[in-house]
């Protein structure tokens, strides 16, 4: 079924990656939505989902996943920043997959379906990332249009080739 992703660009996505991209917006429209007073500060941060096909017992007792958790929590994945003195505009592609390479956690090996892909990570990951790592991408949809910019340059590929890069 075709529906239009994040980006706003029309993909092929099934109902699974509809409800796992629209489980995510809506947390991001609740966070942006989130009312503070005058004398408060953000300290809220978006909530990260991580789907599973583990069933709840199984997913407390599941190492990788609880590993998952904890990174998604960190300050990297909540989007915080990072004081950074690099630019990721005119960067190279080479020195791009240097610096992903050297980010732990960053490139994992999941497993979706029983499937274990090797050496990869979810654009979500890598939009958190770019905002965290460059001083000149500071939103989540720069980030997501750069990794699309990225994707099509040949830097990385889908796992199953099916989509072109999302914030998801």
């Known amino acids: 079924m075709e529906r239009y992703a994040e980006s706003g660009l029309k993909e092929r996505l099934s109902d699974e ?23 408060e500060t953000e300290t809220y941060t978006v909530p990260q989902f991580l789907p599973t096909t583990l069933d709840p ?25 990072r004081i950074s003195d690099k630019d990721l ?14 980010e732990p ?3 994992q090996n999941p497993q979706w379906h029983g499937i274990v892909y ?27 249009e750069r990794g699309a910019q990225l ?3 040949g830097l990385f590929a889908h796992t199953s080739r ?4 999302m914030d998801g």
């Open 17 to 39: 990656e509809c409800r796992l991209l629209g489980i995510n917006r809506l947390a991001l429209l609740f966070h942006q939505s989130r009312w503070l007073a005058p004398e």
């Open 151 to 153: 994707h099509n340059d």
């Open 89 to 102: 505009e005119g960067m190279s592609l080479h020195t791009i997959a240097q610096l992903m390479r050297d």
């Open 118 to 144: 090797q050496d990869s990570f979810t654009g979500r990951q890598w939009v958190s990332w770019a905002v965290c790592t460059f001083r000149d991408v500071s939103t989540r949809e720069e980030a997501e």
């Open 57 to 81: 017992a199984a997913c407390v007792l599941d190492e990788d996943l609880m590993a998952q958790l904890d990174e998604s929590n960190s300050t990297a994945a909540t989007g915080q920043r």
């Open 105 to 107: 956690g960053l490139i």
């Open 162 to 165: 099916d989509h072109g890069f």
